[in-house]
Nanobody
Framework: QVQLVESGGGLVQAGNSLRLSCAAS????????MGWFRQAPGKEREFVAA????????YYGDAVKGRFTISRDSSKSTMYLQIDSLKPEDTAVYYC???????????????????WGQGTQVTVSS
């Protein structure tokens, strides 16, 4: 059974940092793009960041550029999201996702991602 499991969320004060992890099991995503999305209460799911299969290309949503850093360690089947300078508007459930297509062009669109984790809550207090 393929699983993506996020961890690292929590309650933090504005200005602080968090590192989210996404651990894959059941198959390897070594040749697949992966990404992070988030959804705040009452809002649509939002693209946060994506990373190509080899880590050479990364995309970021406009709201997080310069503060978030996506990375991956394929040897550990794990993807990360370093979040710095947290703001209250970053409060959301953060989801990791994987594209099942072999070395596909990196995408910001959630329909392109076939596998999803259950999400981890990030709450930022002011």
């Amino acid at each position: 059974q393929v699983q993506l499991v996020e961890s690292g969320g929590g309650l933090v004060q504005a200005g602080n940092s968090l590192r989210l992890s996404c651990a894959a099991s059941g198959r390897t995503f070594r040749d697949n793009s992966m990404g992070w999305f988030r959804q705040a209460p009452g809002k649509e799911r939002e693209f946060v960041a994506a990373i190509s299969w080899n880590g050479a290309i990364t995309y970021y949503g406009d709201a997080v550029k310069g503060r978030f850093t996506i990375s991956r360690d394929s040897s550990k089947s794990t993807m990360y999201l370093q979040i710095d300078s947290l703001k209250p508007e970053d409060t959301a459930v953060y989801y990791c996702a994987a594209d099942s297509r072999f070395r596909a062009v990196l995408s910001r669109r959630s329909p392109e991602y076939n596998y999803w984790g259950q999400g981890t809550q990030v709450t930022v207090s002011s």
